[in-house]
């Protein structure tokens, strides 16, 4: 079965510290898909990131940075110079390949609190 | 904004009650999903549609039912509500024809209120 586990439930921060969210993921697919939303306190689901499982390359996108490793099957999410607008929480999710589309299965989602 | 549409965003209502939320996916996508977010469950997959078809089913009780209509909008029915009803209704919509896109966008949701 697969399962996400986001073990940190909670994460405050001074503004301008960095802060890694960590993400673990079971599956017994070999071809699958991992995500990061994002959920500000408005309550919509924002789409940060997808990556595949036969592609380890890290990737950066401005202060956000996304780590994943399969053979830890860890996907971790790290802000640099955090600030007070990523106060959201913030959901790892997982999916099996398929054409048209299949559900995400989520962690239960870390809070981050960035004050200044 | 996502492109995905949901109304009404907000939804107060008694319990015993039916109530319809409304989908609109992104322009072109086939695929529509609905997930229910509540404080003790999280976020769970309830159902999928796909070009008007059922295709998965998830956590979704037996009081609860969707579809997608031929212009893929799509509506989730829920009736006989209880309190533990109450949450927030997610839409979410993916797959282009002929250009798979496996992320997920979401709509705002709808928050129901079960008193």
């Known amino acids: 079965a697969q399962k996400v586990t986001q073990a940190q439930t909670e994460i405050s921060v001074v503004e301008k510290e960095d802060v890694t969210l960590d993400c673990v993921y079971e599956?017994?697919?070999?071809?699958?898909?991992l995500f990061w939303y994002k959920q500000p306190p408005s309550g919509e689901l924002v789409f940060l990131i997808r990556r595949n499982s036969f592609d380890e390359q890290n990737e950066i996108s401005g202060r956000y940075s996304w780590n994943f490793q399969k053979s830890t099957s860890s996907f971790n999410f790290t802000i640099t110079a955090s600030q007070v607008v990523d106060s959201a929480v913030y959901f790892c999710?997982?999916?099996?390949?398929?054409?048209?589309?299949?559900?995400?299965?989520f962690g239960k989602g870390t809070t981050l609190s960035v004050s200044s | 904004d996502s492109g995905v549409t949901q109304t009404p965003k907000h939804l107060i209502t008694a319990t015993g009650q039916r109530v319809t939320l409304r989908c609109s996916p992104r322009?072109?996508?086939?695929?529509v999903y609905w997930y229910q977010q509540s404080l003790d469950q999280g976020l769970q997959f309830l159902i999928q549609y796909y070009n008007g078809e059922e295709r998965a089913k998830g956590n979704i009780l037996e009081r609860f039912s969707a579809q997608q209509f031929p212009d893929l909008h799509s509506e989730l029915n829920l009736s006989s509500l209880e309190l533990g009803d109450s949450a927030l209704y997610f839409c979410a919509s993916s797959v282009v024809l002929g250009a798979p896109a496996y992320e997920q966008y979401f709509g705002p949701g709808t928050r129901l209120t079960v008193t």
């Open positions: 322009s072109g996508d086939l695929s």
């Open positions: 999710a997982l999916s099996e390949a398929d054409q048209a589309g299949t559900a995400l299965i």
């Open positions: 599956t017994r697919d070999t071809t699958y898909y």
